[in-house]
């Protein structure tokens, strides 16, 4: 399984969130591809809100050599990790900013549907609160950018680094990997979009279909027979 691993942040030894990626890409990657970027060194440009991706202008945009290669590695990924910690009961910001970035590529623009086919996971984790809101950041980019299916693996580490995790943590979170990556296996190859996900596609369809967007996201849909 070909997989492309997104980190918030650039920490790896004393990081939760990276050891516990890990762990399930050792899982899942059994002689696949694996593609990583670290936040902010592979996309240091913030979104400025230009808008030269919304108007079809993508390449125009300070930041469009970085995303080039993430793209890259997620068209040819069947797995896509987002990891990251909880910062003040939400994502960090280079990852906010990041999302930013894919913003054209959402189904109400210009979307790769062949993103329908493939599986995403969250990885997160946190001091203490604030998992929710964290994961449902990251879930709502996913979803709209047509994701099938996308899961996510929490854990509250009450301000632990990892070389200092008590054994009954490790446990917790070992039993959580193998049932997550036990799902994400069993989909693989066969991914069938979630409900909302399907809503999202049929609804953005009919607008184009019925050329109620903007035209430049019209036309993409008719060029690439999405309509």
């Known amino acids: 399984m070909n997989i492309t691993v997104v980190y918030a942040t650039g920490r790896k030894g004393p990081s939760c969130s990276y050891h516990i990626t890990q762990m399930i890409v050792k899982e899942l990657l059994d002689g696949g591809e694996l593609f990583e970027f670290f936040l902010s060194k592979d996309m240091p440009h913030v979104c400025l809100g230009c ?68 599986q995403a996971l969250i990885v997160n984790t946190a001091a203490g609160g604030g998992m929710r809101s964290t994961v449902r950041d990251i879930q709502d980019s996913l979803e709209n950018l047509g994701v099938g299916r996308t899961y996510h693996l929490t854990q509250s580490v009450w301000n632990y680094d990892w070389p200092s995790l008590p054994a009954s943590f490790h446990s917790t979170i070992e039993k959580k990997v193998k049932r997550t990556t036990r799902t994400i296996r069993s989909r693989a190859g066969h991914v069938t979009p979630s409900l909302k996900v399907r809503g999202l596609y049929r609804m953005y369809r009919l607008l184009h279909l019925k050329k109620k967007m903007t035209p430049v996201d019209d036309v993409y849909w008719e060029n690439m027979k999405y309509v």
């Open 51 to 118: 808008y030269c991706c919304i108007h079809g202008e993508e390449e125009k945009c300070g930041g469009a050599a970085a995303l080039s290669p993430i793209l890259t590695a997620i068209e040819k990924s069947e797995l896509l990790i987002f990891s990251t910690p909880t910062y003040v009961y939400h994502i960090p910001g280079q990852l906010k900013s990041f999302l930013d970035h894919l913003a054209y590529r959402w189904m109400v623009h210009r979307p790769d549907l062949s993103y329908l086919k493939k």
